[in-house]
């Protein structure tokens, strides 16, 4: 497990029912160029403490946190092509992926959604229905360092990034389910 800071690290979430918020989480942002500067490195540090201790009870009691795996810069007002996720392997035990102007690669053919409904963190209420997602594809990226790398994803990290990848283009998970048919497509794709 990372060292974890004692405290929760100050991150302002965007809201998509705040006006204001919601045309922000509408923007596409645009690439990075490298070296960061160290203000973007210590944010993208703190966004992933930030997302760890929201998935560890005694820091969503302490805290009162919605768990998330996933936060890009445009949720918290910036609109710059980066993205963390925390990903839990094991209990506490997390993989930390920092995402820099990601491009996708590859996309499998098959499609599948989150049995229970994807959540965001930008959005503060019970949303329904079916997200159609790729469930695995290849993605190459850099990490706060600048250096390249190429990831295979599969499964729920996969939706993961999609859904994060999505937010980079001013695309909310809720723009994707279908309003007059919510389940559209629940015979077609494979639940996970």
Do not use: W
Not at 108 to 114: A, D, G, L, M, P
Not at 135 to 159: F, H, P, S, T
Not at 160 to 165: A, D, I, K, M, V
């Amino acid at each position: 497990m990372t060292k974890l800071p004692k405290e929760l690290p100050k991150i302002e979430i965007l809201d998509d029912q705040n006006k204001k918020d919601n045309k922000i989480l509408h923007t596409k942002s645009e690439d990075v160029t490298f070296p960061l500067p160290d203000e973007d490195i210590k944010r993208i540090h703190d966004m992933m403490d930030y997302l760890e201790m929201s998935q560890i009870d005694e820091y969503t009691e302490k805290y009162n946190l919605r768990p998330g795996m996933g936060l890009s810069y445009i949720q918290v007002g910036i609109p710059k092509r980066i993205f963390v996720v925390v990903y839990e392997v094991e209990d506490n035990k997390f993989d930390r992926y920092v995402v820099i102007n990601p491009k996708i690669k590859s996309l499998s053919e098959e499609i599948v959604y989150i049995d229970e409904g994807e959540g965001c963190l930008s959005i503060n209420r019970p949303t329904y229905g079916i997200v159609p997602r790729h469930a695995r594809m290849r993605i190459e990226a850099y990490n706060e360092k600048g250096e390249k790398y190429e990831l295979r994803l599969r499964e729920e990290l996969c939706v993961c990034f999609q859904h994060e990848l999505d937010h980079l283009d001013g695309i909310l998970f809720t723009d994707k389910i279908d309003k007059k048919n919510p389940y559209k497509g629940k015979d077609k794709y494979r639940a996970i």
